[in-house]
Nanobody, 122 residues
Framework: VQLQASGGGSVQAGGSLRLSCAAS????????MGWMRQAPGKKREFVAG????????FYDDSVTGRFTISRDNALNTVYLQMNSLKPEDTAVYYC????????????????WGQGTLVTVSS
């Protein structure tokens, strides 16, 4: 599966952004999908994951209540709605896919897209 993320940008603290990740090749509904991020000087970390049907969603504690992951299997796209953004959310955000449901709440996905930069200013 090939993944293309978009929607990053610069926003002030308290603002919102919506990231999208379009998948091509493969059958999108066969994959669990996730969003990860990597801040400057830090390791890549799990942000949110969603199961194949979109019913089950998982979040890192740092984004729970502020971020929402969703997917549209008809459009082969996964989204990350980010509200109440904080400066510490500044990072390159990556979408990822895997066949294995056990990976959904980890950062150990098999397939990765290119990142999209999110910058939150105070």
């Amino acid at each position: 599966v090939q993944l293309q993320a978009s929607g990053g940008g610069s926003v002030q603290a308290g603002g919102s952004l919506r990231l999208s990740c379009a998948a091509s090749t493969g059958t999108f509904s066969n994959y669990v999908m996730g969003w990860m991020r990597q801040a400057p000087g830090k390791k890549r970390e799990f942000v949110a994951g969603i199961n194949k049907s979109g019913v089950r969603k998982f979040y890192d504690d740092s984004v729970t209540g502020r971020f929402t992951i969703s997917r549209d299997n008809a459009l082969n796209t996964v989204y990350l709605q980010m509200n109440s953004l904080k400066p510490e959310d500044t990072a390159v955000y990556y979408c990822a896919a895997d066949w294995d449901l056990r990976k959904v709440a980890t950062s150990n996905y098999a397939f990765w897209g290119q990142g999209t930069l999110v910058t939150v200013s105070s």
